[in-house]
């Protein structure tokens, strides 16, 4: 018995050597990976960063056009979904024409909506270098 242990022991550690010997790590760079998921900032005009703010906004128009200084204005009604007050925060990113933001992070600004109401709000960019944006909505804390 103790001579059948030794032997299927040996075979073990002889098939777990070869196995694991043959294999090679990759040490060099990496490509990025799932680079597409969550990135609806990088293609949607208005994004709602929580499941809770999707259920209570919508949007149901974005106005866009630029100024005659070659600054973009943006109008968007926002729309509580829902049967009693809610306050959001909202902002909206200037993007250039690659997509990266031309002002630095805007301050999100309070947005109160009473039942089932629709306000539009206005932006402004402060330079002319803004081609595209993104509107962006979140829970207010």
Known sequence: ????????????????????????????????????????????????????????????GIQVRTLEDGRLEVNANIRNREGRRIQVQINCEFKDEQGFVTEGESPFQNLILTENAQQTVHFVSFNNKAKHFTIRVREAH
């Open 1 to 60: 018995m103790k001579k059948i242990t030794a032997t299927l022991l040996a075979l073990v550690t002889t098939a777990t050597a070869l196995l694991t010997g043959c294999v090679t790590r990759d040490t060099g760079a990496f490509v990025p990976v799932n680079t597409t998921v969550n990135d609806l900032e990088n293609h949607e005009p208005i994004v709602l960063m929580t499941a809770e703010v999707q259920v209570s906004v919508t949007c149901s």
